[in-house]
């Protein structure tokens, strides 16, 4: 599951001092290219693009996504050779099921610079939600092999390696980021699911169970290891995990469900939240 989130920061001492009071009068002015930028009704001078950051970033905290995408655009376009614009678009459309959008924005930063390492891996998340794990796996590679300390960028290799049917090669790469943090749920969790898709249950559920275990833990664990369970015969420890979420029926139709798969009368179709598709 992605998280995607984006706090704007402008540079210390910046005033604010808006006179735009509503998002019609707001939506005008964006929409009028014929308007001059310095009015008395409309951000002034070089720091323009910096108001218009704030306003945009008001205008989302508020829940209105695409106002705040349409300012975050006009920043960028008084802005073109900064970075926060862009960023802050990118990041928008990644949170606003736009993935296409995003990666557009994510390549623009790294044109600007290659060695931005949020931008390399935002494009490769991105690449990840349209389903492209090939162009996925280059982008978590270059992260590899710049800054191989960084566990999230086996993270994202080791997802698209699965999206790309190379199991061996996602799980070689979660333990090898496992190996920089031992205590990374979403690894573990990432490493187990992938070892469910090869069949190898047994050790999947020790996996999740450690997983399952910590305080931290989420119902999207609890799935998996119910499904590991499931898969591995032990029908009583699934139906007691998916009663600490769900109702009693739910849980009966995963039993079954389980059961159709041991048997092949199913196939295995893992939502997208299966895995965790950040290691921060």
Not at 2 to 13: D, E, P, Q
Not at 172 to 198: C, D, Q, V, W
């Amino acid at each position: 599951m992605l998280t995607r989130t984006f706090a704007v920061r402008l540079l210390a001492g910046t005033a604010v001092a808006l006179s735009l009071s509503s998002c019609a009068s707001l939506e005008a002015y964006l929409q009028d290219s014929q308007q001059p930028v310095a009015t008395a009704s409309a951000p002034q001078s070089a720091g323009d693009w910096q108001t218009l950051m704030q306003v945009a970033e008001t205008t989302h905290e508020k829940g209105d996504s695409r106002m705040a995408m349409l300012v975050y655009k006009r920043a960028h376009s008084q802005a073109p050779d900064r970075k926060e614009p862009l960023m802050a678009i990118a990041a928008l459309a990644s949170e606003s099921g736009a993935p296409r959008e995003a990666a557009q924005a994510y390549r623009k930063l790294l044109d600007m610079d290659p060695e931005d390492l949020e931008a390399r891996h935002g494009l490769g998340r991105a690449l990840i939600d349209i389903e492209m794990p090939l162009a996925a796996q280059e982008q978590f590679r270059i992260l590899v092999e710049m800054h191989p300390e960084q566990a999230r960028a086996y993270n994202g290799l080791g997802i698209a390696q699965d999206m790309a049917g190379d199991h061996p090669a996602a799980q070689k790469s979660y333990r090898m980021g496992l190996a920089l943090e031992p205590e990374n749920l979403n690894l573990s969790n990432n490493l187990a699911f992938s070892l469910i898709l090869t069949g190898d249950h047994r050790e999947a559920a020790a996996i999740l169970e450690q997983v399952v275990a910590s305080p931290s833990a989420t119902n999207q664990h609890r799935q998996n290891l119910a499904l590991a369970y499931g898969l591995a015969g032990r029908d009583t420890d699934a139906r007691s995990l998916l009663l600490r979420d769900y109702t009693d029926d739910i849980a009966a139709q995963s039993v079954a469900y389980y059961q159709d798969l041991r048997q092949g009368d199913a196939n295995l179709q893992p939502s997208g939240a299966a895995r965790n598709t950040t290691a921060e």
